[in-house]
Nanobody
Framework: QVQLVESGGGLVQAGGSLRLSCAAS????????MGWFRQAPGKEREFVAR????????YYSDSVKGRFTISRDIAKRTMFLQMNSLEPDDTAVYYC????????????????WGQGTQVTVSS
């Protein structure tokens, strides 16, 4: 079973930066894409960013384009989300996820999830 462990969440002021990490316990050949999602209290989980493990491409939601960057360290089996110019609306629990699909931004198509890490942005 794929094990994803997230870290790096915390409390920051608006305009600040934070870097999230997602470490995988082992390399899984069946996974094509990995992504970041977030969920605010009482809200649906929403797509933030994804990275293709085969093509290397990245894709971002309109709300974070130009501010967030998704990347990975293959040797360390770790994915990152660099978040800059944070806003109060970015406050949520952030989850990393993995899927056998390619190019998906749908929560239902991601089969493996981390435990989530809280990001709180104060005004």
């Amino acid at each position: 079973q794929v094990q994803l462990v997230e870290s790096g969440g915390g409390l920051v002021q608006a305009g600040g930066s934070l870097r999230l990490s997602c470490a995988a316990s082992r390399r899984i050949a069946n996974i094509n894409d990995m992504g970041w999602f977030r969920q605010a209290p009482g809200k649906e989980r929403e797509f933030v960013a994804r990275l293709s493990l085969t093509g290397g491409g990245t894709y971002y939601s309109d709300s974070v384009k130009g501010r967030f960057t998704i990347s990975r360290d293959i040797a360390k089996r770790t994915m990152f989300l660099q978040m800059n110019s944070l806003e109060p609306d970015d406050t949520a629990v952030y989850y990393c996820a993995a899927t056998r699909f390619s190019g998906s931004v749908k929560v239902s198509q991601y089969d493996y999830w981390g435990q989530g890490t809280q990001v709180t942005v104060s005004s």
